[in-house]
């Protein structure tokens, strides 16, 4: 399992949370997703490396913005 972390900036509460999950859970490989709009931490768990740029995108169709952190 590889996991990536990313800066989400726009979130407030849990329907921000909910529509980021929802979009990122739609990417192929994607095992566990952690969100907190309290923080503005997303937490991508997956079965092998993700392109950030789908995750990216993902978080972009939500209606947010995001950073990879590490």
Do not use: F, K, N, W
């Not at 997956?46 to 972009?60: G, N, Q």
């Amino acid at each position: 399992m590889v996991t990536s972390e990313y800066q989400v900036t726009g979130m407030s509460c849990g329907h921000c949370e909910t529509a980021v999950r929802e979009e990122v859970g739609r990417i192929d490989g994607v095992t566990d997703i952690e969100v907190s709009a309290r923080t503005g931490l997303l937490v991508v768990t997956a079965a092998e490396p993700l392109d950030d740029t789908r995750v990216l995108a993902a978080v972009d169709e939500a209606g947010y913005e995001a950073a990879r952190l590490r």
